[in-house]
């Protein structure tokens, strides 16, 4: 078995997509996942894809994180089945994109319940449990933090206020003993990607296919990243070899991020 045999990890966003890919390569190591996502259906098939590549089965929580109460429920059930908790990775949340005139305050209200305020709440429940077993937080982010796009202004408002949150909860931890580090993933070819990708072609007036040539254009990589890409960086930072990297960003983007950081 791996460096993660009989390590509790928890991953919201679990059910697809990046959040999915870290639960995965989490469980190839030999830990106990707990993937947490609203939608059951799409977390039993995650938990199918992960049983078949090998690792413990994961656990599964369904519930809303945008509500506190979901979030209580997702900490008392690793409470009460494990009693600890080694690594917390939140990946969950989904930002709108669109045109900002078109942007009404519903969504950026839901844009922030999900991935910054469930993000805060779970950090805040968790911590007991990862400052006993002196554990790992990892924040799956986002570049539009650091690089802001007028038709991502939900995406680039929220992934700032986790970027700096995560800074400050690093500050906390360095006392605490636990690792806080954050992950800016670039372009990456998920579900959310196809999903992002009809959205700001509405918001241009362009088709698909134009919508994401565009993007792949203007980031100028070599290629679009995939969810493994970002599952290998978060193994990494929970891992014993990353155990003086604390309070950090690390951008997985393909050298795609402009300017000096």
């Known amino acids: 078995m791996g460096e993660f045999s009989d390590k509790i990890v928890v991953v919201t966003g679990g059910s697809r997509g990046i959040g999915r890919a870290i639960a995965a390569a989490f469980a ?4 106990q996942t707990v993937l947490a996502a609203s939608n059951a259906t799409n977390l039993a098939a995650a938990k199918e894809t992960i049983e078949k590549a090998g690792g413990p089965p994961p656990l599964t929580v369904a519930g809303d994180l945008k509500l506190f109460d979901n979030c209580a429920k997702l900490h008392q059930t690793v409470r009460e089945r494990f009693g600890r908790c080694d690594v917390l990775v939140n990946s969950a949340g989904a930002t709108r994109a669109g045109a900002f005139l078109e942007l009404e305050d519903a969504l950026w209200l839901d844009g922030f319940a999900l991935k910054f305020f469930a993000c805060v709440r779970l950090c805040r429940l968790f911590w007991p449990m990862l400052k006993e077993a002196r554990g790992n937080v990892v924040n799956i982010v986002g570049n539009a933090a650091r690089t802001p796009d007028r038709n991502f202004a939900i995406g680039g408002s929220v992934n700032a206020a986790m970027a ?23 372009l990456t070819e998920t579900e959310r990607f196809h999903e992002q990708a009809k959205r700001r072609a509405k918001a241009d007036n362009i088709s698909i296919e134009e919508s994401i040539k565009r993007v792949t254009e203007k980031i100028g990589t070599r290629r679009i990243a995939q969810p493994e890409d970002i599952a290998a960086l978060a193994l990494f930072l929970a891992s014993k070899r990353a155990s003086h990297i604390h309070g950090t960003a690390i951008a997985v983007d393909g050298g795609a991020t402009p300017g000096f950081y």
């Open 28 to 31: 190839r190591e030999g830990a």
């Open 164 to 186: 700096n949150f995560s800074k400050s909860l690093a500050d906390l931890g360095k006392s605490d003993g636990v690792n806080v580090n954050a992950i800016h993933p670039g």
